[in-house]
Structures are given as structure tokens and as C-alpha cells.
């Protein structure tokens, strides 16, 4: 157990801004980057606020590794019209022997500048903090201090040459954040880049001749396609979506991450809309199996998603 403490603060400090958030997001793959397009914009490209018109409020519980690890969000955007949207959110993480916990506050803001480009940034607190009054830790010549914090900011666009194609790009991270607790070593949140595409069906279902059944069903369909790098490793990862009527969605991924160590990830989810006096809200899960490093693990997310 004092091994594992002593090693844990390297291992919890990389976690930050690696996990994701929402659960529609995890059935795609993580394939956002071009999308950002609900109340998870923010933690994936903060350029996405810049075309958000309506006021989102979501929620996410999430758990990986079989329960060991939970992780839970609370986020919102407002938007204000051609001055653009500002957003703001807060994640949890914590362990199941609840010795350690990590904070992140988010503020947000995104502007379309013109139809086809937006972009944004977001300003960011980290924290972390250990059980002072756990053994393992007040013993641990490693814990010089019990908690850390530091700022970075991230930045996004995306483009929209075409109504049916997204281009997003972000960059997270950019100031050196040191969440150590110790003077031995540093622990930095990791620079985070992320690439993709989104590509929406709703054109090919205009041109189709195979019917309305088929047309309804490509005109609420998307596919979304991501690169990553991140700690000298790379991620690729791809995903789609079909609504099958106004209020069913379905959702699969997959996931490819190589470098120093290398995995896949195969990811299912859903949702249901339901109106609700002139809002909508909107229930999302997400299912995903990691294999590699990480082989017989999981990862399980349920989002509530309120549309004002």
C-alpha cells in the first residue's frame, strides 16, 4: 500500500483532461473534437459554444475500471447571440479508498465569427488533494504537501466549409501546469492536440431514392473520425451516430491508441429525448471496453443533458 501511495501522485496528475466527458461523447469513440455541439463542448473544443443557440445543462456520472475510479461533471452554457457563449464546469475524480481526489474548474467561451469559423478558449483551475489523516500518506516522506493546484487555458476552432462538414482542432493545456506535491519531482498536466472531422448524412438523405424510411434515418445519422497526441502517444479514434426517430439515438466507437504503450477501445451508447413543457432533456449512456494495458476493464457513463 505505501508503494501505491507513493507512486500514485504521477499516475493521478496524467489523468487530468484525459478521461472525457459525457456520456454521448464515450459512445462515439471521444470522436468530438469536430462536433462540440451540446453542454460536453467545452472540455472537448471550446469553439463549439460559438454555434450553440439554445442554454444546456448537463450532468455526467462516470465510473472506470470496474467502479475503482469514479468521475462526475456538472457543466452549463449560456448562450448571448452574436457576442458569442460562455460556459463554465466542474469534474470530480476520486478513488474508491477516497485517499485522493482531483478538481477541475472550467470557464468557457466560444464566438462563431462568421457562419463558417468559430473559435474559443477555456480557462482552467487544477487541484488535487491526498487524505492527510490516511497513514500511508502523513507517513510517506514523498508528501511534502497534501494538495496542488495550478492554471492552464486550452484553445479551439472549428470550420464549416460545407453545412454537412465540421473541422475542429484544440490544443489543451498550453500553459505548464505542475501539480506535484512533492520536491523531488514534477508532475505536469500533459499538452493535449486533437484533430477531426464530423460529417453529417442529412445532404446524402436529400439525393437518396431509397425511400423515406432510409432518408429519415441518414437525415439524423453522423460520422465523426479524431486524432490525437498526448504524452508522445497517439489516439485515433472514430465513431457514428443514428437517431433513429426524434426521441432514439444509438451510438458506436472504436479507438486505437499507440506509443509507449498501446490498446483499443470499442464503445456503445444511446439516448432518449424527452420533451418536456418546451424543453427537452435528454438522457445519454455510454458503454465502453478497453483491451491492451487495460484489458477485462470498463468504462460506464450516464449523462442528463437539459435543453432551455
Given at each position: 500500500m505505501l508503494l501505491i501511495v507513493s507512486l500514485f501522485p504521477a499516475v493521478a496528475a496524467a489523468t487530468f483532461n484525459n478521461i472525457g466527458v459525457g456520456a454521448r461523447p464515450l459512445g462515439l469513440g471521444g470522436a468530438f473534437v469536430?462536433?462540440?455541439?451540446?453542454?460536453?463542448?467545452?472540455?472537448?473544443?471550446?469553439?463549439?459554444l460559438g454555434y450553440i443557440n439554445d442554454i444546456h445543462f448537463g450532468v455526467t456520472h462516470a465510473q472506470r475500471f470496474n467502479g475503482l475510479i469514479t468521475y462526475n461533471t456538472a457543466s452549463g452554457i449560456i448562450p448571448f447571440g452574436r457576442l458569442g457563449a460562455l460556459g463554465a464546469s466542474l469534474g470530480v475524480l476520486a478513488e474508491d479508498s477516497e485517499v485522493y481526489?482531483?478538481?477541475?474548474?472550467?470557464?468557457?467561451?466560444?464566438?462563431?465569427l462568421f457562419k463558417q469559423f468559430a473559435i474559443g478558449a477555456n480557462l482552467k483551475l487544477f487541484g488535487t488533494s491526498f487524505d492527510a489523516a490516511n497513514e500511508f500518506v502523513a507517513e510517506n516522506p514523498y508528501f511534502v504537501d497534501t494538495s496542488s493546484s495550478a492554471v492552464s487555458f486550452d484553445l479551439?476552432?472549428?470550420?464549416?466549409?460545407?453545412?454537412?462538414?465540421?473541422?475542429g482542432?484544440?490544443?489543451?493545456?498550453?500553459l505548464p501546469a505542475d501539480m506535484s506535491i512533492s520536491?523531488?519531482?514534477?508532475?505536469?498536466?500533459?499538452?493535449?492536440?486533437?484533430?477531426?472531422?464530423?460529417?453529417r448524412l442529412a445532404s446524402i438523405a436529400e439525393m437518396s431514392a431509397q425511400g423515406a424510411a432510409v432518408s429519415n434515418l441518414l437525415s439524423g445519422s453522423l460520422g465523426s473520425f479524431e486524432v490525437a497526441s498526448r504524452n508522445g502517444e497517439i489516439y485515433i479514434r472514430t465513431g457514428i451516430e443514428v437517431w433513429l426517430n426524434k426521441s432514439v439515438a444509438i451510438r458506436g466507437g472504436y479507438g486505437v491508441k499507440s506509443g509507449s504503450s498501446s490498446?483499443?477501445?470499442?464503445?456503445?451508447g444511446g439516448s432518449a429525448k424527452l420533451p418536456?413543457?418546451?424543453?427537452?432533456?435528454?438522457?445519454?449512456y455510454g458503454f465502453q471496453l478497453l483491451s491492451g494495458n487495460f484489458q477485462d476493464n470498463t468504462t460506464q457513463r450516464f449523462s442528463l443533458n437539459l435543453l432551455l
Open positions: 469536430a462536433l462540440a455541439d451540446d453542454s460536453n463542448a467545452a472540455d472537448y473544443n471550446a469553439a463549439g481526489r482531483e478538481q477541475t474548474l472550467r470557464l468557457s467561451y466560444g464566438n462563431a479551439g476552432v472549428i470550420a464549416k466549409p460545407f453545412q454537412s462538414l465540421s473541422l482542432a484544440s490544443v489543451e493545456n498550453l520536491d523531488t519531482q514534477t508532475d505536469p498536466v500533459p499538452l493535449n492536440i486533437r484533430a477531426g472531422l464530423a460529417y490498446a483499443t477501445t470499442l464503445s456503445f418536456i413543457s418546451g424543453t427537452a432533456l435528454q438522457i445519454d
